[in-house]
């Protein structure tokens, strides 16, 4: 297992909100102890910011290709960032 930890920027388009897209989501990170958070966008996607081991980050980006069985992902766009703030946990993000 690798050590280094790395960020991602993560946006997901397609049928995705609507979908428990961001529930599947914040499931998926804890299983792999991934940190961050997911949050829908006004434009109809599905944000992520993911940091964590970067072989469970790769794990997790794989599922977010396919997200959850209601889910049709048209494209993926992955950035590698620089860690701002260090998480401890997965969170939902809802924006008023």
Same mark, same amino acid.
């Given at each position: 297992?690798?050590? =280094?930890?790395?960020? =991602?920027?993560?946006?997901?388009? &397609?049928?995705? *909100?609507?979908?428990?897209?961001?529930?599947?989501?914040? *499931?998926?990170? #804890?299983?792999? #102890?991934?940190?961050?958070? %997911?949050?829908n966008?006004? @434009? #109809?996607k %599905?944000?992520?910011?993911?940091? &964590?081991?970067? #072989? @469970?980050?790769?794990?997790?980006?794989?599922?977010? =290709? *396919?997200?959850?069985? =209601?889910?049709?992902?048209?494209?993926?766009l992955?950035?590698?960032?620089?860690?701002? *703030? %260090?998480?401890?946990?997965?969170?939902?993000?809802?924006?008023?």
């Amino acid at each position: 297992m690798s050590e =280094k930890v790395i960020a =991602k920027h993560i946006i997901v388009e &397609g049928r995705v *909100q609507g979908v428990f897209f961001r529930k599947h989501t914040k *499931q998926k990170a #804890n299983e792999l #102890n991934i940190y961050g958070w %997911v949050k829908n966008t006004n @434009d #109809n996607k %599905v944000e992520i910011l993911a940091h &964590g081991d970067e #072989n @469970d980050l790769k794990e997790f980006i794989s599922w977010c =290709k *396919q997200g959850p069985p =209601k889910a049709i992902v048209k494209s993926l766009l992955v950035e590698e960032i620089r860690i701002e *703030q %260090v998480l401890k946990e997965f969170s939902i993000v809802y924006d008023d």
